[in-house]
């Protein structure tokens, strides 16, 4: 069964920066896509940015140019630092990782909260 470890949400003030970390396990393959989502309250889950296993990302507009997202293949990890970050970014954060065939696989989420 697949695991997913996230860890480094927290309190920052805006301007602030934070890294996100999400280690999968239980799986002897690689998984194919990695991902952050986000929900802030009363809204919809977003998509916030992704990348393949060749290196491909894929951003949300909104954080164009301040967040930027990694991955380690051999630990099975995707990073995700977010600069410049701004009140509107706070929300809980969601890794997700899809491998080549279904299911997809989310994390139990880890809340960022930008306020002064």
């Known amino acids: 069964q697949v695991q997913l470890v996230e860890s480094g949400g927290g309190l920052v003030q805006p301007g602030g920066s934070l890294r996100l970390s999400c280690a999968a396990s239980g799986s002897i393959f690689s998984p194919n896509v990695m991902g952050w989502y986000r929900q802030a309250p009363g809204k919809q889950r977003e998509l916030v940015a992704t990348?393949?296993?060749?290196?491909?990302?894929n951003y949300a507009y909104s954080v164009k140019g301040r967040f930027t997202i990694s991955r380690d293949n051999a630990k099975n990890t995707v990073y995700l630092q977010m600069n410049s970050l701004k009140p509107e970014d706070t929300a809980v954060y969601y890794c997700k990782v899809e491998y080549y065939w279904p299911p997809d696989y989310w994390g139990q989420g880890t809340q960022v909260t930008v306020s002064s």
């Open positions: 990348i393949t296993n060749g290196g491909t990302t």
